[in-house]
Every structure is written in structure tokens, then in C-alpha cells.
């Protein structure tokens, strides 16, 4: 019952206020005014931190299922929290990624996905049945899900206009976060998802990425 409690509470904090980070923002300081950016350039930054700020959204919804999966698993109760502990230390960095990527959408002026709530339920819903079945499969869902998202903010630093340095910034940071994730669940026992799995994983984060870019 605890354990729903704090799903729920996850849900409503992620949702409905202002996330807080436990890390600095790690755009750069800069003495004086930020390099002005045209309409053009702070329209293709705010959807594409639009985009981000969705996939942490997500985050947040899997990772908090998964961790609720792994302490109601069958395993012993000390397996147990420690793979909920792994899940839970992992969505406390996306936390911070959560309100970077909202700082930054006030900044550009421009709005959250109106879909968010449809986001969260649809992830935690993908989390939740990953963590179901089993640990190595949860922890292989993270991998695959981490690479995924890696690979996608590698082509936002592509995309971003050059002298949008607080979102790169930002942007790389997540990258580096994200691939490190991956890492430590390999490290941890992760198993390998059958190439179909991670074919639908990719065709969904596409709809969503799609969709979120522009609503």
C-alpha cells in the first residue's frame, strides 16, 4: 500500500507542480546577455526541449512503475529493494532532467505537451508490465530504453541552432546521464529484448516524439 502511495504521489509531482533538481542547471554562466536567438531559431529550441521535457515525463512514469514492479516481486525481500533502490536513484537524476528541460521551455516561452497526463499513464503503464517480468527483463527495458533516448538527444544537438548553449548544455548532460544508466543495468543483470520489442519500442517513441513536438 506505501508503495502505491508514493506512485501516486510520483504521478501528481511529475504532472501537476514545479520539479526541483538536485543538481545545478548544467547550462553555462555567462557575464552579460545570453547570445540573442530569432524567432525562428527559439521556435525549433522550444519544441524541440518540448520533446525532452516529454521523454522525462515519461521517465518519471517508468521508472517509478518499474521500482513499484520490483518491491512486489518474488524474489527476496532484499533483491527486491535493491533493484527498486537501483530504479528509484536512476528517476531521481531524471527528476533533475524534468526541471531543467521545464526551466528551459519558460525560458524559450514555450508550453509543456498538452498530452502530458496521456504520456505518464501510457508509460507507467509499459513500466509497470516490464517490471512484471522479472528484474532482468526491467533492468533490459531500461538499457534498451536509455540507448534509445540517448541516441535521440544526440540528434537534438544536431538539430539545435549552434548558439543555443543553454540548451545543449542541457541536452548533452541528459546524454551523458541517460547513457550511464544504461551502463549501470547491464552491470546489474540486464537481459537482452528480442529485436521486436525494440522495434515497437522505437515506432511508439516516434508517434509520441512526432506529436509532442508540435502539441
Not at 27 to 52: D, F, I, W
Request: glycine share 6%; with cysteine.
Amino acid at each position: 500500500m506505501d508503495a502505491l502511495f508514493i506512485a501516486a504521489d510520483s504521478a501528481l509531482r511529475t504532472l501537476f507542480s514545479a520539479p526541483r533538481a538536485a543538481r545545478p542547471s548544467p547550462r553555462p554562466l555567462v557575464h552579460g546577455k545570453q547570445p540573442e536567438l530569432s524567432e525562428a531559431e527559439r521556435r525549433t529550441s522550444g519544441a524541440l526541449m518540448r520533446v525532452n521535457h516529454v521523454g522525462e515525463v515519461c521517465a518519471q512514469a517508468l521508472y517509478t512503475a518499474q521500482a513499484l514492479a520490483a518491491r512486489t516481486g518474488s524474489r527476496s525481500k532484499a533483491e527486491k529493494e535493491a533493484l527498486a533502490r537501483q530504479l528509484e536513484a536512476a528517476g531521481a537524476e531524471e527528476t533533475d532532467h524534468l526541471a531543467w528541460t521545464k526551466q528551459r521551455l519558460d525560458e524559450l516561452g514555450a508550453h509543456p505537451s498538452l498530452l502530458n497526463p496521456l504520456w505518464y499513464a501510457g508509460a507507467f503503464g509499459i513500466g509497470l508490465l516490464a517490471g512484471r517480468l522479472g528484474a532482468g527483463v526491467s533492468l533490459g527495458f531500461v538499457v534498451e530504453t536509455e540507448r534509445q533516448v540517448e541516441a535521440h538527444l544526440e540528434s537534438h544537438m544536431a538539430r539545435l541552432p549552434p548558439n543555443d548553449a543553454a540548451s545543449r548544455a542541457i541536452v548533452s548532460q541528459m546524454k551523458d546521464d541517460e547513457a550511464r544508466h544504461a551502463n549501470e543495468a547491464v552491470k546489474a543483470g540486464a537481459a537482452d529484448l528480442p529485436l521486436p520489442v525494440g522495434v515497437a519500442m522505437k515506432a511508439a517513441a516516434r508517434v509520441m516524439t512526432t506529436v509532442a513536438h508540435v502539441v
